[in-house]
C-alpha cells in the first residue's frame, strides 16, 4: 500500500520564479493539506483540499495555491518565489470521513531552497 | 502568544533514561493530541495519539493529556540512542473533518550513551 508520495523531493529555484510541487495522497483518501516548515520551526499550514475545492487556509500570501484532481492528487503552487519561501513543503492526506485526525499521514516533503 | 507552545531543547538525556516532553495549547476546543518523531532531514511520524484525559501507553512512549490545564505531555521510557530526533507536538484545531493541525516548534532530545 502506497503511502503519501510528493515530487520532486528537492529543488532550487531563482527569486521571482514559480514552482509547482505535486502530492498523490495515500490510497483510500480523499483529502489534501500542505505545510510549510521553516527550518527549526513547526510545519505551518497553507490549505486543505477536499472534492477539488480548497476548504481551509492558513495564514498564506495569495502566492500560494493549489489545486486537487478527480484522483485526489495535489498540486501546490507557489509564484513569485521569494528567499524566505525556502522551506520543506509537506503534503498530508486524510479521509474525510474521520474527525479525529488519527488518519493524516505525511509524504517525505519536498525541499524548495530559492537563490 | 503561541497557539501550541513546547520548550525548544535540547533536551540532554543519558541513555536508559526517561526523557520528559511538555506542551501547552490555546484552543480549549480542541479533542485531537499528537506527538511526532522527525528525524534531521525527514518529514513528521506520528509516534502517539491521544483524545481523553488521563494516560496513554505505548511501548515504551506515554502521552498524558490534561484538557483542564490545557497540557499535554510525552515520556519516553529506557531512552536509546535512536529517540534523538525532534519530536512536534500538534493539536487539530476544529472538531469537524476539515480540522487542521497546529504544531509546536518542537524539541529537540539528544540521548547521550
Known amino acids: 500500500d502506497a503511502g503519501v508520495t510528493q515530487s520532486p523531493t528537492h529543488l532550487i529555484k531563482t527569486r521571482g520564479q514559480q514552482v509547482t510541487l505535486r502530492c498523490s495522497p495515500k490510497s483510500g483518501h480523499d483529502t489534501v493539506s500542505w505545510y510549510q516548515q521553516a527550518l527549526g520551526q513547526g510545519p505551518q499550514f497553507i490549505f486543505q483540499y477536499y472534492e477539488e475545492e480548497e476548504r481551509q487556509r492558513g495564514n498564506f500570501p495569495d502566492r500560494f495555491s493549489g489545486h486537487q484532481f478527480p484522483n485526489y492528487s495535489s498540486e501546490l503552487n507557489v509564484n513569485a518565489l521569494l528567499l524566505g519561501d525556502s522551506a520543506l513543503y509537506l503534503c498530508a492526506s486524510s479521509l474525510s470521513a474521520d474527525w479525529t485526525g488519527n488518519t493524516i499521514y505525511f509524504g517525505e516533503g519536498s525541499w524548495l531552497t530559492v537563490v | 502568544q503561541k497557539e501550541v507552545e513546547q520548550n525548544s531543547g535540547p533536551l540532554s538525556v543519558p541513555e536508559g533514561a526517561i526523557a520528559s516532553l511538555n506542551c501547552t495549547y490555546s484552543?480549549?476546543?480542541?479533542?485531537?493530541f499528537f506527538w511526532y518523531r522527525q528525524y534531521s532531514g525527514k518529514s513528521p511520524e506520528l509516534i502517539m495519539s491521544i483524545y481523553s484525559n488521563g494516560d496513554k501507553e505505548d511501548g515504551r512512549f506515554t502521552a498524558q493529556l490534561n484538557k483542564a490545564s490545557q497540557y499535554v505531555s510525552l515520556l519516553i521510557r529506557d531512552s536509546q540512542p535512536s529517540d534523538s530526533a525532534t519530536y512536534l507536538c500538534a493539536v487539530k484545531i476544529g472538531t469537524d473533518s476539515w480540522g487542521k493541525l497546529q504544531f509546536g516548534a518542537g524539541t529537540q532530545v539528544v540521548v547521550t550513551p
Open positions: 484552543d480549549r476546543g480542541s479533542q485531537s
